[in-house]
């Protein structure tokens, strides 16, 4: 059993930064794939980032290429995510995800426990 917290989100002006954390309980992040999605108001869950524990490979979406770091520390079963240049559509309940040895990364489906959210909101 895996269980996810999220943290770090708030209010900020567009233009400023923010890191969300993600932290495991139950297991390691060992050998899981660990993704970032977010929901807005009105539209359905999209994927932001993910990161492949096997291998290290690291995928974004076009929308946030060259703004968002997804990062990991074994050790303390945490992955972050890194937001900068923040945009009023960043604004969203972002939500981490993982995946045993999983290799889809960008739908949601394929992943198997889920956090319970955290708000960002960016404004003009």
């Known amino acids: 059993q895996v269980q996810l917290v999220e943290s770090g989100g708030g209010l900020v002006q567009a233009g400023t930064s923010l890191r969300l954390s993600c932290v495991a309980s139950?297991?390691?992040?060992?050998?899981?794939?660990v993704g970032w999605f977010r929901q807005a108001p009105g539209k359905e869950r999209e994927f932001v980032a993910a990161i492949t524990w096997s291998g290290s490979s690291i995928g974004y979406a076009d929308s946030v290429k060259g703004r968002f770091a997804i990062s990991r520390a074994n050790a303390k079963n945490t992955v972050y995510l890194q937001m900068n240049t923040l945009k009023p559509e960043d604004t969203a309940v972002y939500y981490c995800a993982s995946q045993f040895l999983g290799e889809e990364i960008t739908t949601s489906e394929a992943y198997d426990y889920w956090g319970q959210g955290t708000q960002v909101t960016v404004s003009s």
């Open positions: 139950g297991r390691t992040f060992s050998s899981y794939t």
